[in-house]
């Protein structure tokens, strides 16, 4: 008895070796992988135990991906993965046509119209908005719908989108926000909307020494007729929409232009204190006053158009010669402390005051002889030092 279970203890024993052996041979054995309307990698073949990632083939227009069928080979496929058997595999990738779904839109319309198939992707189109709305966004009724742009793609399901509107806000245009603030005074009836209508009825804007950096929105303001901006820290100005302005302060900024050609209703512009290089008031035949001394950069100024202009300040500039032989309304000009060599007043016999002298050098100042008793005594002034009077 005992001789017995010894042979069976040594046969088990000599059985397990070659089990062994067949074990390691395996994994090194390669097998084959068939995969119809998809791919696989590695491709055709694989040692068992490795990894197998599937693909599957781009569907025909219309038809989806559904799912992966094993033919043969007994494996389990988790996230387009499987483990590599000690068997060929065969594995079939199954394909079903999509579905239609409706799409409904309120308030807009879409492309492809009413209706598209799942994956496809769909445009919307707002309605246009009634006087004094605008559209606002998207609202999906439906589920699993992300609007991008305007777009989105069509998911397995019908699908309802709603356009919203609402009031058009113009206080969204105005970007410094003191001014923004500034502006909140002009919501006559408090619902917190900026509307157009409450903007056009806007006649005067006073927003001096607030450490404005932008008028970004002044634009708005169409029946503006007085703008009082001065001391603020602005680089630009655009008023060319607000063609009703009447007065326009703007002094004490550092402005490096002003083009006011659309202004043709102003009678004051006051622009002294700022870095404007050119002034052009050709269209400005409506002005009567404008200081725009102190303007080291000025050096080109037009005022001829200008034949109602009764009083001019330009102090302290860089102007080479100053043509005011056409406004003879003039009753005050100032010019003093700048480069002029030559200045002709014979035509402004208005002239009630003149302080034209500190130039760069001694100024030539043509006068009329109707003039001549009237500069005598004018000529006094510690302002106009340096004026040599030439009788024309």
């Known amino acids: 008895m005992k001789q017995f279970l010894m042979f069976l203890i040594a046969a088990a024993f000599v059985a397990a070796i070659p089990a062994c052996d067949s074990k390691q041979e395996q994994e090194q054995i390669i097998f084959l992988i068939t995969v119809e309307g998809g791919t696989s990698d590695p491709a055709d073949e694989a040692r068992v135990g490795d990894n197998v990632t599937l693909t599957p083939d ?138 157009k209508a409450e903007c056009e009825a806007v006649t005067n804007i006073r927003v001096n020494s ?3 950096e932008s008028l970004d929105g002044i634009e708005l303001f169409t029946g503006l007729t007085q703008l009082i901006c001065s001391g603020n820290i602005l680089t630009s100005l655009d008023v060319s929409k607000n063609t009703a302005l009447d007065k326009l302060y703007c002094f004490l900024n550092p402005i490096t232009e002003l083009d006011v050609s659309n202004n043709t209703a102003l009678t004051l512009l006051y622009c002294q204190n700022t870095a404007i290089s050119e002034l052009d ?17 000025l050096n080109t100024l037009n005022v001829g158009s200008c034949i ?15 043509d005011i032989s056409n406004n003879t309304a003039l009753r005050s000009l100032i010019c003093f402390g700048g480069n002029l060599s030559v200045l002709d007043i014979s035509n402004n016999t208005a002239l009630e005051e003149l302080l034209c002298g500190l130039q760069s050098a001694y100024l030539r100042l043509l006068i009329a002889p109707s003039q ?13 030092v340096g004026v040599n009077a030439v009788i024309q």
Not at 151 to 180: L, Q, W
Not at 281 to 297: F, R
Not at 308 to 319: A, N, R, V
Request: glycine residues 6%; contains cysteine; negative net charge.
């Open 58 to 195: 781009e569907p025909e227009e219309g038809y989806k991906f559904k799912e992966w069928v094993v033919v043969s080979g007994n494996v389990n496929i988790v996230d387009n993965m499987f483990t590599m058997p000690a068997r060929d595999v065969v594995i079939r990738a199954e394909f079903t046509p999509k579905s239609i779904y409706s799409i409904t839109v309120e308030g807009g319309t879409s492309d492809p119209a009413d209706e598209a198939t799942e994956g496809d992707e769909v445009t919307l189109t707002p309605n246009a908005p009634e006087e004094g709305d605008e559209f606002k966004d998207w609202e999906v009724i439906s589920e699993n719908v992300e609007i991008v742009d305007n777009k989105f793609i069509m998911p397995s399901e019908n699908v309802v989108i709603r356009a919203v509107f609402g009031k058009v806000n113009e206080a969204d245009k105005i970007t410094d926000p003191v001014f923004k603030i500034y502006c909140e005074q002009f919501d006559a009836n408090g619902d917190g909307i900026l509307s």
């Open 281 to 297: 008031l050709s269209n400005n035949t409506a002005l009567k006053s404008l200081s725009c001394g102190d303007t080291p950069n």
């Open 308 to 322: 109602g202009l009764e009083s001019l300040h330009c102090t302290y500039s860089h102007l080479p010669a100053l």
């Open 372 to 384: 001549a008793e009237w500069w005598a005594a004018m000529g006094n002034r510690s302002e106009n």
């Open 210 to 212: 607030m450490n404005i």
